[in-house]
């Protein structure tokens, strides 16, 4: 409706309609209140897409420093069996 009435010219907002969230429009929003609307969509929707392409930067980051870090304690770990076979034979076990 808001887009038939924009396209149909009307001017006035409709008294008395639901509240102006940045997410509704009135019947009687005007061209360019709807443009403004629509920039406003767009700008939301860029800055997300970069604060998701950050996140996926992050996931990124954080997956490769649990893979070494999961390396470092097999390296360990292993060294820690390796050790204690030694003791073991070292004292007859």
């Not at 924009?6 to 940045?22: C, Q």
């Not at 800055?47 to 470092?72: F, N, P």
Request: charged residues 35%; proline residues 3%.
């Amino acid at each position: 409706p808001a887009a038939a009435a924009a396209a149909a010219g009307e001017e006035s907002a409709v008294e008395g309609g639901p509240p102006d969230h940045s997410y509704s429009l009135s019947s009687g929003t005007t061209s360019e209140e709807l443009l403004r609307k629509l920039n406003e969509q767009r700008d939301i929707i860029a800055l997300l897409e970069v604060k998701m392409k950050e996140m996926k930067g992050s996931i990124r980051r954080l997956r490769l420093a649990e893979a070494q870090l999961r390396e470092e304690i097999r390296e360990k770990d292993r060294l820690l069996h390796a050790a204690s076979a030694g003791n073991r034979k070292r004292h007859g076990l």
